[in-house]
Structure formats: C-alpha cells, structure tokens
C-alpha cells in the first residue's frame, strides 16, 4: 500500500463540521464591512519579495525567518504573502486608485508565515484585513474601532476582548524616542534576553513588546513614548479617545503597545483575550501615513486593521457564543419509483420558493427506516415524505423531526405556510 500524503505541518484543512463556524463569520463581516460603505479588493496570494522587504522591514522576524520565498523558473525572488496590507497598497498604487482619492477597502484570505506551530498561530492563516486610504483624522481611525466593536457585539464576544489602544506619534517625535529608549534598554543590557539584545541593535521599540517576565519591572521603568508625543499627534490620540468615549466604548492605554511591523505611526490598537492562552491578539492595527509614498505612491495618509480568522472562530468554539444554524432546514424523501420524480420536484419547488432554505434530497435509496434515519442525522427540522398513495393524493408527509409535533399530510399551500415559520 503507497503511503498515505498528509497535509504539511502547520496548514490544515477545514473539515464541513468546522467550515459552517467559518461560514458564520464570514458572513457576519461581510455584512457588517457593508453596512459602513466599505469595498472587497481580491489580491494574488503571491508577490515579489521586495513588496514586503520594503514594507515590513528587512530586519523583522517576518522578513527574516518567517517568508516563503522561492525563485520562480524565470529567478525572479517570489514570496507568499505574510500579510495583506503591503498587498493592498501596491494593488492601489499599480491601479491608480489612492492619490488624492480615498478608498474604504476590505479583503479575506489566507497568509502565510514559517512559524512553530501552536493553538492559534498556523503556517497558513486567514484573516480579515480593512485598509483605508485618503483620510488623516481621528474620525476615520474611530471608525475602524467602532466598526470592530460592532463585530464582537454581533458574534456574542464583546465581554470577552479588551481593546488597547496607544499612539506612535509622528516619525520625528519617535525617532527623539528611540534614542532615549536605546540608551535606556543599553544601561540595562545584562537583563535583556537575546531576543531583546538583537531588537536592541534594530527596532528597539519591539523590546517594549517582550512578553519575558523577567524583564517585565525593567520594561514597566523605561521612559514612555507619551512623553514624546508631539503636539498634532497628541491632539490626534485625545479626539480618537473622546469619539470612543461618547460611544462607551471602553479601552485600556497600553503605553507599551507598539505593533510589530515598521511601517507604523500615530494610532496603533490591538483587541486582547485572555480566553487563548499566549496567542491573546485577536484584532490589531493602526496608521501607516508613509507605506504609500515608501512604495512607490505619492504620500497618502493611511490605516487600516487586521483580524485572525482561526482565532476567531477558536473563541467561538470554545465559548459557545452564538448557536450556529443546522447545515440542512429540510429533507425530502421518496418511497418507491414512483415518488422520486415528484419528489425532485417538491424539493426544487421549495427552492425556488424560498431561496435561502437549505434542502436535501435523499439519494441511494433505502427503506423508511433508514431514509428517516439520515433525516434525523441531517439536523433538519422537517422530513418531507413521499410515497406512492401521496403521490396520488396530491399530498406530502410532514414529520417535525425537532418538535413533539404530530406527523401531518399537507397540500402545497400548506407546506408553504409550514416553511414560512421556518425562514
């Protein structure tokens, strides 16, 4: 016997038991982008490598040691997209669609990083990305949050996410940051962790980031970013919390929050639980006024977030939020040769009828008993029977698979008002 393939290690499938939380969630987004005005943009799953070299930062773990990236046949250097928003840009900068325009944008797929995999981080990952362009106020910045916080509301996850929110000021103000944090974090070197010695030489603020607990008292010391802030970024950090405020929507300053790729500045915000365990960022993201021009666009403010679908759909399911709807509402059986013609049509009467209704037909024969059987198993509310003498009496069999309910003969008007109840 040849030995059986799997599935490399960190991509996994989505079997049908799963995919109807992940269908739940998807369409949950999607109305909710909808209801704010906002636009789908699909972009190739595959890019340059430069793209994110550019974008990320060359000395980020993501560009580092997470990409994959190989040389096509032609040795042009292609990468698998480990995140969405540096695909956005160059897609709207390569269609003329964000100079002096602005553009509320949002898309779904998979990315891709080599990481250890655990409970929450994959090697392949969806997420859910809004980017827009065109617009430098707080109120924009708002927005994204407020549309977040209508999510969580939606799915049932409200109480169980904390939204952190901090600002990264201006690109002067933390530059004057960096230096005084580098000096800082070199005084105190010998409690440093290698990981932190190696950001210390980089992008020292991903220090600030560490989650090692020995070195949490020095971090809690260090000098705070807020005292850099400069005038325009502190008014800009003041109108976000006070449109936040009148909303009651609640947040926690996290002067430590500071994302983790380069091309941040201004707002930055994260929504946390504690219901994952070490992987607690469920939704982040922030401005990014300089990616456009840094890619080749002319300078177009910028923000935009990003959320984790498995870690969504983890919180789901352990925290039995929302009660999921059955894949099946009804299923249709014939008994006999004779019904399975009229069957069929019952079936796609029921569909024209009424679009959004989810009906079976049963295939492969078999006696009641066993036809039942797998209507039961089906999760529909309602078996419709057809057999011979139904046939010829212009009726069907209703059997309330769900409810202590009577079995009924009903015409086709009455299966309609049946049904009615149901969608």
């Not at 793209?51 to 993501?62: A, C, N, Q, W, Y």
Request: proline share 3%.
């Amino acid at each position: 016997m040849a030995k059986q393939i799997q599935a490399i290690r960190g991509m996994n499938d989505i079997l049908p038991e799963q995919s109807r939380r992940w269908q739940y969630i998807e369409q949950v987004v999607r109305s909710i982008v909808a209801s704010y005005g906002y636009e789908e943009i699909r972009m190739p799953v595959v890019e340059q490598t430069d793209l994110f070299k550019r974008s990320i930062g060359e000395v980020t773990d993501i560009v580092e040691k997470e990409m994959y990236t190989f040389e096509d046949r032609n040795g042009d250097s292609l990468t698998l997209r480990p995140e969405g928003t540096a695909s956005c840009v160059r897609a709207g900068n390569e269609h003329g669609l964000l100079y002096n325009q602005q553009q509320r944008l949002w898309y779904m797929g998979p990315m891709f990083r080599h990481e250890r995999p655990q409970k929450g981080r994959y090697r392949q990952f969806h997420q859910v990305g809004v980017e827009v362009f065109g617009l430098n106020g707080p109120d924009i910045d708002a927005e994204l949050i407020i549309m977040t916080a209508r999510l969580w509301k939606q799915l049932g996850l409200s109480e169980y996410l904390t939204l952190e929110l901090n600002s990264l000021a201006s690109n002067e103000a933390r530059a004057d940051y960096r230096d005084a944090l580098t000096a800082y974090l070199t005084e105190h070197e010998a409690v440093l962790d290698e990981d932190s010695k190696r950001r210390l030489q980089s992008n020292p603020l991903r220090v600030l980031d560490s989650k090692n607990p020995a070195m949490s008292d020095m971090l809690s010391q260090a000098p705070k970013l807020s005292e850099y802030w400069d005038d325009e970024s502190r008014s800009h950090f003041a109108a976000l919390c006070q449109r936040l405020d009148a909303l009651g929507i609640r947040y926690v300053h996290n002067e430590r929050l500071v994302r983790g790729l380069d091309y941040y500045n201004r707002t930055v915000f994260e929504w946390v639980t504690d219901s994952l365990g070490a992987q607690g960022t469920v939704c982040a993201g922030g401005r990014y006024d300089g990616l456009v021009e840094q890619l080749g666009g002319k300078a177009t403010p910028a923000v935009g977030f990003a959320m984790g679908l498995e870690r969504l759909v983890l919180m789901l399911e352990q925290l039995d939020a929302v009660t999921l709807p059955q894949a099946v509402d009804l299923y249709v059986s014939a008994m006999g040769e004779a019904a399975e013609l009229p069957a069929v049509n019952v079936a796609e009467r029921l569909r024209d009828q009424f679009p959004t209704l989810r009906v079976m037909q049963h295939c492969g024969g078999g006696n009641f008993k066993k036809q039942l059987k797998r209507a039961d198993k089906s999760g529909a509310r309602l078996a419709l029977i057809m057999g011979e003498d139904e046939v010829a009496r212009d009726v069907v069999s209703v059997k309330f698979l769900r409810e202590d309910k009577p079995q009924q003969e009903m015409s086709w008007e009455q299966i309609v008002a049946t049904v009615n109840e149901l969608v």
